[in-house]
Each structure stands twice: as C-alpha cells, then as structure tokens.
C-alpha cells in the first residue's frame, strides 16, 4: 500500500517520494485510533443533544422514543414508568390515554390546561393498524371530530376497521369520550360494524347525497345493547391485552400503601440502583405473579421460574424454595399480588442483576395479618365526620390489628392527638379512600415495627 500511495502521489500530483512516504507515516498513525474518536465524538454530540432535548422538552423526547418503537410493547412500557417517574415536571411526564377524537396514529404532544402531555398513539394499540389509524384521522381533521358513535361508525373510511380493531381500540379506552362503557361497545362490536357497512353502502349508491344521510346520522342515537361495565380488575386485564402492558393502573397498585409500608420496591428502580458487582443484595418487592414453569434442578428438587410484573414493567425470576412450589404454582392460577423477598445478584457492572424468590406471600394476607398504623390529619369537621363513618360502619370496622391515629389541626400551640383503637382492619384502599375526603390529610399508612415480624416464607 505505501508504494501505490508514493507512486500514486508522485503521478498524480508531483509529490516527491520523500514528502509522499513522510505522509503516508501520518496516515498510518492516525488510523491507529482515529476511527475511534471520530466516532466517540459524534456519539458525544448525540447523547448531548438527546440530553438537552429530554431536559429542555420531555414530551417530545418521549414521543419521539416511542414513536421509533411503535411495535415494541415491552420497550413502550418502559418509556411510559420512566415518563412518569421523571422528575422533570411535577408529578412526572403526563402521557395521556389514546383517543379517537385526539390521538393520531403515532405518539404526539398536545397543550393541556397544566401544560403538556403525550398522547397516546392509535397505532400503538394492538391489533389496529397504521394505516387504518391513518384513513380515521384524515377523515376526523376533514369533516371534524365524531360526535357520538353513530357519528363515527357513520364515516369510518372503507375498510378502516373491523372486529378485531374495534374491540382492541374499546378495551384499550380509545372510545372513551364516545361511549365511556367499554364492555358496551365490545358487547355491540357487530352492531356497530353493520353501521358502518350500511353507511358505506349509502355513499356508494350516493343516497347519503340524496337524503341527507351524513347529517340525519349525527342527530340519531343507536339502540345499544346494554351491558354492565367491566369490573375494574377486568378493565385492566382488557388494557393489558391491548397495550402489552398495565396502562392506566397495575394490579398491584391496589396495594401500594401495604407494599410501601413493607420497604417493597419496583422493578425499575431495583434494576437502576442493581447489586454490587460480583455480590448479593436483598431487596422487597411487590409484584403479580403471571405465569410459572416448574422445573427440576440436578439433584432432583423442585424449583419453578416465574414471570412477575409491577406497574415499572415485567421480570422473571426463579425461586428455589422446596416450601414455595406449590404456592406459586396456585397462585399464579389466580395471577395473585404478591410481596417478595428477593435476592439480586449482578455477576458484572454490565448486566442487569438476575433475581431470586427466597420468600413470597400474597399481599392480601399481608394486609390482613400485618399490623399496620393509619396516622392522618383532621383539618376539618367534615372529615372527621367522614372519618366516623369509614371506621364505625365501613369496610375498616372491626376484626383487624390496625392502629389509627388522628391529629386534630386546632390551630392551638398544643394539637391534640386521639389514638383511635388497634383493632381496625387496614389496607391501602382505606387509606386512598381517605386521602381524597375534604378535611382530612397527611394519611400515611406504615407498618408497626416490634413484635412478631412477617414470615415471607410460606
């Protein structure tokens, strides 16, 4: 190659063998590592200008991100707990649900009255179709937004929907602001579809043109079947399906009061902080059990893998407890919130820590047998009222080991503080309920440390 390069240099441009070869000597060093900073820098450059973007407009960074990972529901649920968690706005990154009158078929970013958010994109919803999200939304910014599902159904571009998107765009609440019901619109799936090949078939033969069908159609209302809304656990299971994920609340959420209380943390922040390389850390998690493999080690012992999932996202872990097998293998019938002790083990800085069960119990009992503190404020009548009512006659009353402790805000140098009783049954959804009465505040519900501890292990 240098004798090419002299020769070359020599014929093409005149350059004496002497200069030709004391250039060649420069080319050669710096092929030793200028490919490798040329590279370094630009990836530099990049991440600095993902970094300013992402401090300076999270909205659009995340509607960006997930735009590039449309189809990718396990990476979609990842972007959604990190826009959320992100401390960069108040309460984390809204991202809004999708919907049919707002979304487009890709992830964008509207004004809302407290600022911005991401909305959620048609087309990242399962089973629906970009090009079919596409057809809808030029037919809404030409003729405007539906009004009812009538109107939808009325207008539905040529073969932009059938069964299986119109049940994923319902269980997923892109129909929401039609028809808030979502297990009515599923129960109606044909109906509705006959609506718009009915519709289809007037503009066709141009007899909408004719009678006025577009406009006539708007007024009318159709004759639904009613159905009773899903239950919420179901609701979640529906959006679970339709998303790849838990979308507007997880399972295990139910329990986040209970979960905290017990020191449990999620997913997402246990695989960021990690375990020290080459060592052992223990942590407490709170998480749904989804599915179990059992298995047998080389000496001949049961032991199961499993699949968990949290509000931060899904995991596996296996867990070698002889005294556990059967429960996780019932429990997981039942997808049953579970609160785990675990093992986090990193064998490098490199690789996210790999996660063993060494203690699990469901987190209904935990809630039941664990004995709790409910402490809050009273900063008005009505809420002690409220207070009464949930503790006297409520869900709480009786037949529990929970404390709750009341502070009286008098406005006196010296508050007075009521110890109320310890035989309340406690959990988060009494806490939550509590937290939105007027007049009450500062509800915390912690678990009283002394005395018996809980036995993960089953």
């Known amino acids: ?31 030793g590592y200028g490919f490798n900073k040329s590279h370094a820098a630009a990836y530099a450059l990049l991440a600095y200008q993902t970094a300013w973007m992402k401090a300076h ?79 809808i939304c030029a037919e809404r910014e030409a003729s405007g937004p539906f009004e009812s599902l009538s109107d939808l159904f009325g207008r539905l571009p040529k073969g932009s929907m059938n069964s299986r998107q119109l049940e994923a765009l319902a269980c997923a609440g892109a129909l929401d602001s039609l028809e808030p019901n979502r297990a009515k619109v599923f129960a109606n799936a044909d109906l509705l ?6 519709a289809e078939r007037e503009r066709s033969s141009g007899q909408a043109a004719l009678f006025g069908g577009e406009e006539n159609r ?39 009061q209970v979960a905290s209380a017990n020191g449990a943390r999620s997913y997402a922040s246990l695989m960021t902080g990690g375990a020290p390389a080459g060592g052992r850390a223990p942590a407490v998690m709170a998480a749904m059990i989804e599915k179990v493999n059992k298995g047998t080690t080389k000496r001949g012992k049961p032991f199961v893998r499993a ?35 675990v093992e986090l083990d990193s064998p490098s800085p490199d690789e996210p820590p790999r996660i063993t069960v060494r203690g699990g119990v469901p987190l209904e009992q935990v809630s039941s047998s664990a004995r709790m503190t409910l402490s809050l404020e009273v900063t008005e009548e009505t809420g002690l009222a409220a207070l009464q009512m949930e503790l006297g006659e409520g869900a709480a009353a009786g037949g529990g080991t929970g404390e709750v402790i009341a502070t009286l805000r008098t406005g006196l140098a010296i508050e007075p503080t009521l110890r109320l009783g310890n035989g309340f049954r406690l959990d988060g959804e009494l806490a939550e309920r509590l937290a939105s009465v007027p007049g009450l505040a500062n509800v915390h519900l912690t678990t009283r440390r002394g005395g018996s501890h809980l036995r993960l292990v089953a």
């Open 1 to 31: 190659q240098r004798q090419r390069f002299v020769d070359g240099c020599k014929e093409v441009s005149g350059i004496e063998a002497k200069k030709a070869n004391e250039l060649f000597d420069l080319i050669d060093k710096f092929a």
């Open 57 to 135: 407009y999270p909205e659009e960074f995340f509607a960006a991100s997930m735009c590039f990972d449309m189809h990718q529901s396990e990476k979609l649920a990842v972007f959604v707990d990190d826009a959320r968690r992100s401390p960069l706005r108040p309460g984390g990154v809204t991202i809004a649900p999708p919907c049919i009158n707002a979304s487009v078929a890709e992830f964008g970013v509207e004004q809302t009255d407290d600022g911005y958010a991401v909305r959620y994109a048609l087309a990242g919803i399962r089973n629906v179709g970009g090009k079919a999200m596409d057809a």
């Open 193 to 198: 579809l006959a609506v718009a090949d009915a």
């Open 307 to 341: 699949d968990f999932s949290d509000a931060s996202g899904q995991f596996s872990a296996a867990c070698f407890e002889e005294s556990l097998v059967e429960n996780f293998l019932r429990w997981a019938e039942d997808q049953t919130c579970l609160l785990l002790q």
């Open 218 to 256: 708007q007024g009318e209302s159709l004759r639904l079947k009613e159905v009773e809304p899903w239950p919420r656990a179901e609701m979640m299971a529906h959006e679970r399906d339709n998303f790849g994920f838990y979308f507007s609340d997880h399972p295990v959420q139910a329990w986040r």
